[in-house]
Structure formats: C-alpha cells, structure tokens
C-alpha cells in the first residue's frame, strides 16, 4: 500500500557530498519514525540513522558528524545530508519507518570512488 522511493544516490569522489530523499507515498508521514539503511555489496543491511515525527535524530557511528538527517511532513518525505563521504559509505540506502516496516523501495546506489 505503501510506495517507498529513494532517489539522490550517485558516484562522488572520497569528501564529497549527495542528499538522498526518501518519498513515502500513501502513508501517514507524520505518525511515523524512518529510518536510513545500507547495504554493501558481500555484507549484511545495516542501520544508518533514524528521526522522530518531530525531528529528533540519531546516527550510526560510523556516519556521526558527517550525514544530517531531515523530514518534510507534510510533503511525506525526508533528506540524508552525506558530507565528507569516504568509500566506505558505498552502499544501495533504502528508507522505512522504525516499526512495522512497508515493502522496500529498490533503494538508491551511492559509490564513492576516486
């Protein structure tokens, strides 16, 4: 029922920057907790960060400092700010809310690379 679209990935150099977007078509933006995941090709999805319906956010380490988390509510979306990328970060992200999860969107490819 719930349409998730991540969109904004690409190829930066190590220290660059990109801002995802997660749209969440059909649901109660508002009521709900997201969060960003990642997966890299050969290891398992891991967690990235998380924000509140009010904003409240809160990271992985390995991003702290580096990826700032925001939400539009009333346009059922939210943004990932990736600063100071390192290749590490090379990962599909996908988005969905903290409990009881939609079907996955098909994620959005970021590579960092020289």
């Known amino acids: 029922q719930v349409q998730l679209v991540e969109s904004g990935g690409g190829l930066v150099q190590p220290g660059g920057s990109l801002r995802l977007i997660c749209a969440a078509s059909?649901?109660?933006?508002?009521?709900?907790?997201m969060q960003w995941y990642r997966q890299a090709p050969g290891k398992q999805r891991e967690w990235v960060a998380r924000?509140?319906?009010?904003?409240?956010?809160n990271y992985a380490d390995s991003v702290k400092g580096r990826f700032t988390l925001s939400r539009d509510n009333a346009k059922n979306t939210m943004f990932l700010q990736m600063n100071s990328l390192k290749p590490e970060d090379t990962a599909v992200y996908y988005c969905?809310?903290?409990?009881?999860?939609?079907?996955w969107g098909q994620g959005t490819q970021v590579t960092v690379s020289s």
């Open positions: 969905n809310k903290v409990f009881g999860q939609w079907p």
């Open positions: 059909g649901s109660i933006f508002s009521r709900n907790a």
């Open positions: 924000i509140t319906p009010d904003g409240g956010t």
